[in-house]
């Protein structure tokens, strides 16, 4: 499942990649639109592979939440990675009663998982664990990627296109 995921992630990052220098290229008219769309697609790309766990974090306002004030959520945590064999990813609370949480990175070395104020009131010890590992399967399967990366996309082909 994890190669499969990455080798879907690395398809849609090249498709992408090939719809941004063909669109340059019928947009300019000339070999310089495709110079364009390939600076625009490695930007692109580059930013969704490194910085979308950053952006995704930013624009929700979460904040990383110390061990201190959260010790339940971090010995689920670190129990259910020790389980599914990965990296204990880093742990960001999102300042909103919305019940809800997921996870961003690249990888597992890189991950991080965000929770709502509103879940951790809202769900049992259990209900949140549950949830806690639905996303730490996102992170072991390294599915977390293909989101942000179809997102900032989105985001260069609307400020591209406006």
């Avoid at 990649?17 to 310089?32: A, D, K, T």
């Amino acid at each position: 499942m994890q190669g499969t995921n990455q080798l879907r992630t690395a398809a849609l990052l090249g498709l992408l990649s090939g719809l941004l220098v063909l669109g340059s290229y019928y947009l300019i008219g000339n070999e310089q639109g495709l110079y364009i769309g390939l600076a625009l697609a490695t930007f692109s790309s580059f930013s969704s592979w490194y910085y979308s766990d950053t952006a995704a974090l930013m624009a929700y306002r979460a904040r990383p939440i110390a061990r201190s004030e959260a010790p339940e959520i971090y010995d689920m945590v670190a129990s259910l990675s020790a389980k599914a064999e990965i990296p204990v990813p880093k742990i960001f609370v999102v300042p909103t009663q919305s019940p809800n949480a997921f996870a961003t990175g690249r990888d597992p070395e890189h991950a991080t998982i965000a929770v709502t104020e509103g879940i951790i009131k809202l769900l049992s010890r259990e209900e949140l664990e549950g949830v806690l590992a639905h996303e730490l399967t996102h992170i072991r399967n390294r599915d977390t990627l293909t989101h942000p990366t179809i997102g900032g996309f989105n985001f260069t082909k609307s400020g591209w296109l406006n």
